[in-house]
Nanobody, 124 residues
Framework: QVQLVESGGGLVQAGDSLRLSCAASGLIFSTYTMGWFRQAPGKEREFVASVTWKGGFTNYRDSVEGRFTISRDNAKNTVYLQMNSLKPEDTAVYYC?????????????????WGQGTQVTVSS
């Protein structure tokens, strides 16, 4: 049974930093591309960042490029999302996801497994 468990969310002020973690179990982590998505109230879930299992290629949505960094530790079966210079518009529930694919990593439909999400709230 695959499980993805996110942690690290919280309430911060604009300009602060947070690091989200996602611990994976029940899969061969080193063969899965990992992604982060987010969903703000009243909006659809959107892609944030991904890191492939093959080559470790990263991809980011434009609005977080240069502020967020995705990384993975295959020895710990964990993917991270370092978020710096947070803005109120980053407020959302952040979801971790996993797929064996290395293509179309910015598409929600690409991913097979999802975590329950962690809330990030950025106050102005």
């Amino acid at each position: 049974q695959v499980q993805l468990v996110e942690s690290g969310g919280g309430l911060v002020q604009a300009g602060d930093s947070l690091r989200l973690s996602c611990a994976a179990s029940g899969l061969i982590f080193s063969t899965y591309t990992m992604g982060w998505f987010r969903q703000a109230p009243g909006k659809e879930r959107e892609f944030v960042a991904s890191v492939t299992w093959k080559g470790g290629f990263t991809n980011y949505r434009d609005s977080v490029e240069g502020r967020f960094t995705i990384s993975r530790d295959n020895a710990k079966n964990t993917v991270y999302l370092q978020m710096n210079s947070l803005k109120p518009e980053d407020t959302a529930v952040y979801y971790c996801s996993a797929t064996p694919s290395v293509g179309s990593t910015n598409r929600e439909a690409t991913y097979d497994y999802w975590g329950q999400g962690t809330q990030v709230t950025v106050s102005s």
